[in-house]
């Protein structure tokens, strides 16, 4: 099949940038969207063009690192789905597809599709972890842990920290994102010792960063490709009022 | 082949330079016999670590609570998106918590049998020992592995072992326990130790006075290109499993952080030990970028079979039983489909070779049909729901309706720079840890492997190690002014401008493309003499037109994918050829180096233990002379050598 | 880049109002007591239908009058509705500026998948709902609008709502007005009362099913109630004794 691309190129951070269009000829339904890409980008090679640039990596969906806005939703019309995973047969023949970066204040984009998520990392480092040295921790068969309990913290847990929720967000909210490590460490009995100040100092760096706030659309959930559920930021807003009121 | 014999005089006898005594006190010997660093000296020391992976974000997490300055380089935006990010089955350790005879005793014995006896006793005995402080370390983390409805820790078994001692976190326990590491390094980010380089790459090692002192990188944002220095330098950089191209390695995976080093005298070892994992997704087409890995985990209800007739075309559902070839099964009924990755992968070419693959083509059968059947459904989605998923995602098969088809593809390597016990390379300062050493696995990963062995070396060895060596040593404090420093930047600086220069016609992934197709057609599952020879000239010619006619767009000052990927192959192309040499020295097979010449009557590995007992690094000697064969001998003291079965 | 931490001790309200999510839960809370005036509104007003007593005093009339006999209590009310709608007001407003800054550059095409129409609406009608309520108190409340039917009493001196309110809805102009702005609370309560449960981390996996058709719910339920006044009094249903 045969698709017409309208994508953001960019040469730099400081560059105005704008949208190109291109052809995709020939495109098999069991490639990859990336792999696709990789077709247009060899012809753009091939003629002496810079090739498009884009995140990517591990290709298999797991890794978080490839992102792109298709058609107005983060990583393509498929559910549950990165962009390395999205087919192109989820496409037909004469589709238009319009490839844009991802949108925030806190991801700046730094040329063509890529954009940075440094602002996520910030965020983990305010506190998204279990204070524990190497070499302190006791038997791991000491602390039983409810499965149910451990089951829905490895549902939270399963954030690749690609970004789409904030990319999908109305407001450029990084809630999800933050809210799916509090609710992991706070579903677990080795997080309850820093659970309040770890939602407390996480929520504060997420504003800081400039992200937005939630309107609980569930945008995010819908983007998500781990399908995480928003149940986690009604948890973080629970463990931070909590937290406000006992002044942590 | 004679290259080692023309360096005969250089050749060195290496030694691993660790303990001796009974096995199960060797480490704890060693670090009673370790110098240490006191603790208010340690601030004076500044760590490079390259590669933010299990392995070298333990390691900094981990230096940087020991009070160590840090400093981590990697090439993704975020630490967190290393490729230990992908593995999926499990870790091991030898926890006994499921009561069915483990041990460290066995998980060392399964170790060192499974990697062909091509692995250092007193390393793998290490490893086996740290397996279960690993367990704990990534519970308190809040790893959340699978439980049982008791709340304790569930388990699973994996290829070549007959014990269930693998923790599992769904089919994504790499995620888990590196974002586990991840978090620890964020939070000794938080606290300062830690200074982190993301989109930073590695280009050249600095070595001043025979020590490795620091590296030169290239911002992949900017493009500018800097040196940094310190007391000791880790490489924790991952396999070189890309060299064939297509692999289920992340398109960035690169050798380059270790092929510089060993062109600044690091020994390379046993490069030509590489895994090829058997549970894979086939190839589709040219355009496919990457290929796939379905969990070994898989192997525990899947049963693999192929029609008993050739180029049968039958759909599966309409092959009878009494049709079907079981063939692991068959061959091997103590493991059955449990048997290691070399030797399902190479049946798997067998029946695909005989014209029994599906369709006769290059896949086999992993079928669920039996499993669903004996436990439902629910059991089977609980298990392995989300490969499940992504197999259905990537082929459009329903695997619950249909069997998957599977194909073995490059996976990861049990080669690479030689180290000795403490992790440190021949180049004293350069300490290599995870997939980059090569020290751990002899000639073939037992899956659920790597995971412990990155987190072993990165969370429990080289913290003790590396305080060894900066107290020992005693290196002084020295600037990224240094003129060696500012030699290596040159050198860096005018190998990117002559990349650059290139503006031919062909890409830089049709180079890439072409040298995979030579390494898996002569230097993939199985090698012979004459395939390696004219694998060697073809990658040499395959290297001249590159410099002749690659097509490298953009300027160096900014981010530039196709400078990134052409420095990178150009690497690979240098590193492939090595890795034929050493297939062809290797006059023997074993584990996942099968030499056609030398098998069973049966098509097992045939290892010959007169000859080859021994790891193989190779050392640099200069862009147009041959490299040298240094030796390291491996004693079994523990493990009698006997010719592995698995029947 | 500075980062915040748990050591920053500040006091309660002042940590939760300095946050994106406290705003929210202000948000939440005043909300919540809105929902609960709007609910109670309505059924004081829903007292429109019931037949006139022997007396010939309107029950509406009553029971106006008793809420002004609370004296200081119905000031203090009316001064907590105040308080709470400029701060549920000021809080929008505030989360606004950060939600426009946090998007600087718009996206080519975007596609909701899953938002509701009421969710992506909510500003509008919020603000639609600011004017109503000013207007609704001049009208009602001051008098300002139509100060006639304002300055009507029955021979006992006690304020006569019941006609107030009759007379005002008879002329279709405002009628409709009422109409169009009860849609759009009952749009803005749509999503607004899930919202809460969502917002004050009540939304429970157990509860989430449920809790996502109160706000559906709660806005039809206001809706109905609200608009067949104006509707009831337009058709001649109510009222039809008042001259």
């Given amino acids: 099949m045969n698709l017409t691309l309208h994508v953001w190129r960019q040469a730099g951070q400081d560059d105005n940038g ?215 930021i009604a948890q973080m807003n629970r463990d931070f009022l909590v937290a406000s009121l006992r002044g942590r | 082949m ?133 367990i704990d370390q990534a519970v308190a983390q809040g790893v959340p592995f699978a439980r049982e409805y008791g709340g304790l820790l569930d388990n699973r078994s994996f290829g070549g072992a007959q014990v269930s001692r693998t923790f599992y976190a769904r089919g994504q326990t790499g995620q888990q326990l590196l974002l586990g590491a991840y978090q620890a390094l964020e939070k000794a980010i938080h606290s300062g130790k830690v200074k982190m380089f993301p989109r930073t790459e590695m280009l050249d090692l600095v070595v001043v006075d025979g020590v490795a002192r620091g590296i030169v990188t290239r911002n992949l944002v900017t493009g500018k290109v800097e040196a ?4 000791a330098v880790v490489l924790a950089t991952g396999g070189y499993s890309n060299v064939f191209y297509l692999s289920t390695n992340a398109m960035g995976c690169n050798a380059t952080a270790a092929w510089r080093a060993y062109k600044r005298g690091a020994f390379f070892a046993n490069p030509c030990y590489t895994q090829i994992h058997p549970t894979c997704i086939p190839v589709k087409g040219e355009y496919q970028s990457k290929l796939t890995l379905m969990s070994e985990s898989l192997r525990n209800d899947g049963r693999v079979w192929v029609s008993s007739k050739q180029g049968d075309t039958r759909k599966a559902k309409d092959i009878p039983d009494a049709e079907r070839d079981y063939y692991l099964e068959r061959k091997y009924p103590s493991f059955g489909n449990l048997v290691p990755r070399d030797v399902a992968s190479r049946n798997a070419k067998y029946v695909c070779d005989e014209g029994r693959g599906v369709g006769g083509g290059e896949a086999v059968y992993l079928d669920f049909r039996d499993a669903i059947k004996r436990d439902g459904r629910d059991v089977i989605a609980a298990k392995y729901g989300n490969l499940f998923h992504m197999y259905h995602k990537i082929t459009a098969e329903d695997p619950y309706e249909m069997p998957m088809k599977i194909f073995p593809a490059p996976h990861y390597t049990m080669g690479g720079l030689w180290v000795d016990y403490n992790l440190m390379s021949n180049l004293p300062g350069l300490h290599v840890i995870g997939e980059a050493n090569f020290s751990d696995h002899g000639s073939n990963r037992l899956g659920a492997s790597a995971l412990m062995q990155g987190l072993a070396d990165g969370y429990f060895v080289l913290p003790y190690t590396i305080g060894h060596f900066l107290a020992t040593h005693k290196p002084e404090t020295m600037g990224a002014d240094h003129p060696a420093f500012v030699a290596a930047k040159q050198e860096v600086e005018g190998r990117i401008d002559g990349i650059v220069a290139n503006n031919g016609s062909e890409t830089v992934d049709s180079f890439h493309r072409k040298l995979g197709r030579i390494m898996w057609n002569h230097c993939g599952m199985s090698r012979n003499a004459e395939g390696l020879r004219s694998a060697i000239d073809e990658i040499k010619d395959l290297r001249g037109r590159f410099w002749q006619n690659v097509s490298v767009t953009g300027q160096k000052g900014s981010l530039n994918q196709v400078l990134e990927r052409a420095g990178r192959v150009a690497d690979f192309l240098e590193l492939g050829e090595l890795m034929c040499k050493d297939a062809l020295t290797r006059e023997e097979s074993c584990g996942g180096h099968f030499r056609e010449e030398h098998q069973t009557p049966e098509g097992e590995a045939l290892r010959d233990d007169e000859k080859f007992c021994h790891a193989a690094a190779w050392g640099y000697e200069g862009e147009d002379a041959e490299p040298t064969r240094h030796v390291e001998e491996l004693d079994f003291e523990y493990v009698k050598l006997t010719q592995r079965s698995y029947k | ?195 809460i449960f969502q917002t004050l981390g009540l939304r429970t996996a157990r509860y989430a099913a449920t809790i996502d058709k109160i706000g559906p719910a709660v806005g039809v339920l206001v809706a109905v109630g609200n608009i067949s006044m104006p509707l009831a009094v337009l058709l001649g249903l109510v009222g039809a004794d008042v001259q």
């Avoid at chain 1, 063009?49 to 806005?69: K, N, V, Y």
């Avoid at chain 1, 995973?85 to 844009?100: A, C, N, P, W, Y």
């Avoid at chain 3, 007001?89 to 606004?96: C, Q, R």
């Fill in chain 2, 228 to 231: 940094h220095a310190g007391h």
């Fill in chain 3, 1 to 195: 880049m500075t980062t915040a931490t748990a050591t920053d001790r500040k006091g309660p309200l002042a940590a939760l109002l300095g946050s994106t999510v406290g705003l929210k839960v202000l948000m939440a809370v005043t909300g919540l007591l809105w929902v609960g005036f709007v609910l109670g509104h309505m059924v004081g007003n829903l007292q429109i239908y019931l037949p006139m007593p022997a007396d010939g005093i309107h029950p509406i009339n009553k029971y106006a009058a008793m809420l002004k006999s609370t004296g200081g209590l119905l000031w203090a009310v009316r001064l907590g509705l105040l308080a709470t709608f400029a701060a549920h007001v000021w809080a929008a407003i505030k989360l606004t500026g950060v939600n426009g800054a946090a998007r600087p550059v718009a996206y080519r095409e975007k596609r909701f998948q899953v938002a509701s129409f009421s969710s992506t609406y909510m500003r509008v009608s919020g603000f639609a709902i600011l004017f109503f309520v000013l207007y609704h108190l001049a009208h009602f409340t001051m008098g300002l609008t139509n100060p006639a039917d304002y300055a009507r009493h029955l021979d006992n001196g006690m304020h006569d709502v019941y006609a107030m309110f009759v007379l005002g809805f008879r002329n279709p102009i405002v009628a409709v007005l009422y109409v169009v702005a009860n849609v759009l609370v009952a749009l803005h309560l749509h999503h607004a009362v899930s919202s």
């Fill in chain 2, 2 to 134: 004679s290259s080692d014999m023309s360096n005969s005089d250089r050749v060195q006898k290496l030694h691993a330079g660790g303990p001796t005594g009974p096995i199960e006190k060797r480490w704890d010997q060693h670090r009673f016999d370790m110098k240490l660093v006191n603790p208010a000296n340690k601030r004076k020391f500044d760590v490079i670590i390259v590669g933010s992976g299990l392995a070298g974000a333990s390691a900094a997490a981990t230096m940087a609570e020991l009070g160590y300055n840090v400093k981590v380089f990697c090439y993704q935006d975020s630490p967190r998106r290393a490729h230990s990010i992908a593995a999926q089955g499990g870790i091991n350790a030898a926890k006994n918590y499921q009561n069915d005879g483990d041990s460290i005793h066995r998980l060392f014995y399964d170790t060192v049998k499974g990697g062909d006896f091509r692995a250092r006793e007193s390393n793998v005995y290490r490893l086996a020992q740290i397996s279960v402080n690993i």
């Fill in chain 1, 18 to 232: 704008g949208f190109q269009t291109y052809e995709a000829k020939d495109v098999s339904p069991d490639m990859s969207f990336l792999e696709m890409l990789d077709v247009v980008n060899e012809g753009l090679e091939a003629s002496g063009q810079e090739p498009i640039a884009f995140d990517h990596d591990c290709r298999e969906g797991i890794c978080g690192m490839c992102s792109l806005q298709i058609n107005g939703v983060p990583h393509g019309p498929d559910r549950g789905t990165t962009t390395c995973q999205l087919h192109m047969r989820s496409f037909k023949d004469g589709d238009t597809v319009v490839i844009e970066p991802w949108r925030a204040g806190p991801f700046p984009v730094l040329r063509d599709l890529v954009v940075d998520r440094t602002a996520l990392d910030r965020i983990i480092e305010s506190g998204g972890y279990i204070s524990v040295r190497t070499g302190a921790a006791q038997d791991a068969n000491a602390t039983p842990v409810n499965k149910a309990d451990a089951d829905e913290a490895f549902e939270y847990a399963a954030c690749i920290g690609c970004g789409a929720c904030v990319a999908a967000c109305k407001n450029a909210s990084a809630s999800l994102f933050t809210a799916a490590k509090v609710s992991h460490l706070a579903r677990l009995p080795q997080g309850q010792v820093e659970r309040y100040e770890r939602v407390v100092s996480m929520v504060a760096q997420m504003d800081q960063e400039g992200f937005g706030s939630c309107t609980n659309q569930y945008e995010c959930e819908a983007a998500c490709p781990k399908e995480i559920s928003v149940r986690a």
